[in-house]
């Protein structure tokens, strides 16, 4: 997700083809909070992609599967990081997004969740706007750390002028 595109310093936003018939706006340093702006209510799922979570690294210490050796588990087997993509209803992060407004945040808008064999940053420049089409894909958001720029990202040019319009209200 880490598409560089050029700052603007005027305050204007920029819509620009990154790829074939993929788009990207780089918004002025923000917080996750922008989010509720942003989103569209109507798209019924967020992804959060590549989500970390000390507590679900702690649970998963204690309910530890056997890793290794079928036969047994290893006790000593110490999660230092787990990596994932959780899907939950549009509704339900938005209730939740206070929790995010001193992190970074990674996620898509889609029509249905993401399959389960998708890996977004796998994905070719040259093939996103097929797969976030086929999928169901309305924007990716990214942004690295709080009070950074943000990187909005859809194969919908429409959909990045209502983001634009959204960040100016």
Sequence with gaps: MHNP????????????????????????????SILTKILDPSVPWITLVGF????????IERHLPPLFDP???VESVTV???????SLPTAEFL????????????LVQADRPLPPSLFLDALKPKSKARVY???????????????????VTSPSREILERVVAAFHK
Aim: net charge negative; glycine share 6%; aromatic share 10%.
């Design 5 to 32: 595109i050029n700052i603007q310093t005027d305050g204007t936003l920029v819509i620009k083809e990154v790829s074939d018939h993929f788009f990207g706006v780089l918004l002025p340093v923000c917080t996750a």
């Design 52 to 59: 970390r979570s000390p507590e679900a690294c702690r649970w």
């Design 133 to 151: 089409r086929e999928v169901g894909i309305v924007l990716r958001f990214y942004l690295p750390h709080p009070h950074e720029h943000a990187l």
């Design 95 to 106: 209730h939740l997004l206070h929790l995010f407004l001193d992190q970074g945040v990674d």
């Design 71 to 73: 036969s047994r588990r």
């Design 80 to 86: 230092k990081y787990l990596e994932m993509d959780v």
